[in-house]
Structure formats: C-alpha cells, structure tokens
C-alpha cells in the first residue's frame, strides 16, 4: 500500500471509529447514508527529509535477534474532506464530528493534523445532497526496514499502525 493510501485509510478508521461513515474518495458514485458520509482523499503531498538519506539509524529486533537498519520518510499532507448529506443539519453535524475526532487523539501516531478548514455548506446538484468541503493540513510520519540479505528497503508504513 503506497504512503498516500496508508494516511488516507488511517482518517477513514479514525472516522469510522467516531461513528462516522467514511469512503475513499473516487470509490465510485457518491452513495446513500442515513446520516452525513465523508469522503476523504489526500490533496497534496510533499517529502520532507526525515534525516540524512532516510537513515534513522540501527535497532535490535528481539524476535529474529538481529540489528535492523531503519529509515525514515516525512511527509506534508492536505487532505481533502467532503462531507455529504441528505439535509444542511446532518451536513454540518457531520463535519463537526469529523473535525474533532481528527483533533481527538484517534490517529495513528505518525500522523499529525492541526489546521482545519471549511467552506460553508452548498448544495451538491449532481449527488442530490448537502455539501461540506475541508481540508486539514499535517504531517506523515513513516519508517522501513532494510532486508539483512540485500539491503534492500522494505515498504514504509505509517508510525503507530498495527501491521500483522
């Protein structure tokens, strides 16, 4: 999974877990909730060096008793946020929920947001519902391991998900 589809998944989880219902953006045709639905993209991206050449340095993993090098990769992030409902109420109760749980501590630890902002609710002629377009500026932080046999870099992955 690239690093854009990792943070947008970690928004839609965190969204999801607040009680919200939460979409990938471009999943298809806008869909029919009872309430208000999110649809979340990443805007904008741009690496920042998170240290020389990615390096972070050497960590001992306990399970193979091995050092591991690791890396690391920042990066600044827009999110797009649309929030979509049948009535202008449920629209902007929606976006109130979407903006605080973003705020609330739900995200992965690698993924930090803090300015938020919102156009007013608009009408949406083509979904036929309420519209509330957002977009929360932060940063994206994401390590890798490098492969003992070749060297070779692993896939960078969110700070803070669980993989199994």
């Known amino acids: 999974m690239t690093e854009l589809n990792q943070v947008t998944a970690a928004v839609i989880r965190t969204l999801e877990s607040a009680g919200l219902a939460a979409v990938a953006a471009y999943d298809g045709p806008a869909k029919r909730y009872p309430g208000a639905v999110i649809a979340v993209d990443v805007a904008e991206a741009v690496e920042k060096p998170a240290a020389f050449d990615r390096y972070l340095g050497q960590v001992w993993d306990p399970v193979t008793g091995t050092v591991e090098e690791r890396y690391g990769r920042t990066l600044e992030v827009a999110l797009s946020l649309e929030v979509r409902a049948p009535t202008a109420a449920e629209c902007l109760a929606g976006c109130e929920r979407a903006a605080d749980a973003l705020l609330s501590g739900g995200l992965p630890a690698g993924l930090r947001l803090g300015q938020q902002s919102w156009e007013a609710v ?29 060297g070779l870099m692993l896939h960078f992955i969110l700070k803070g998900v669980v993989t199994t």
């Open 122 to 150: 608009s009408w949406d002629k083509t979904n036929q519902m309420f519209l509330r377009k957002g977009r929360a500026l932060g940063r994206a932080f994401f390590t890798a391991t490098a492969e003992e046999d070749s």
